[in-house]
């Protein structure tokens, strides 16, 4: 579902999600994001427990989720910016579409990343 900004810009607003292994780390990436204006916010939970393939093992850790509220105009920039500052070799970082929101939500949103 396309969104409408403010300006006659249409645009598609994303969640986009990460995990680190620390509090603090996934707060830095958060942080890192939202004052470079690549997400309006973004919203730091855990901890959750991960558990997946790696290197020919199952692996469990402990880890904490970032969830970062963007535009699909943004997404290309916010996913260098994830790459460069995070340690993982491989982070996850996965991008859902927002399908229905409150048009208030979606301008703040849209207004938040529309200037670099």
Same mark, same amino acid.
């Given at each position: 579902m396309n969104a409408q900004y403010g300006e006659g810009v249409t645009t598609l607003a994303l969640t986009v999600l990460t995990t680190t292994d620390s509090h603090e780390k996934a707060e830095a990436l958060a942080r890192g994001a939202v004052e470079a204006r690549l997400a309006a916010c &973004? @919203? #730091?939970s855990g901890p959750v427990t991960s558990v997946y393939h790696w @290197? =020919?093992?199952i692996e469990t850790a402990e880890e904490w989720q970032v969830v970062f509220k963007t535009t699909e105009a943004r997404y290309e &920039?916010?996913? *260098? $910016? %994830? %790459?460069?500052? $995070? *340690?993982? *070799?491989t982070p996850e !970082? #996965? &991008?859902?579409? !927002? #399908? =229905?929101?409150?048009? &208030?939500?979606?301008?703040?949103?849209g207004r938040e990343v529309a200037h670099p």
């Open positions: &973004a @919203q #730091v @290197q =020919r093992a &920039a916010l996913e *260098d $910016h %994830l %790459l460069a500052a $995070h *340690d993982y *070799d !970082i #996965v &991008a859902t579409p !927002i #399908v =229905r929101a409150s048009s &208030a939500y979606l301008a703040w949103l």
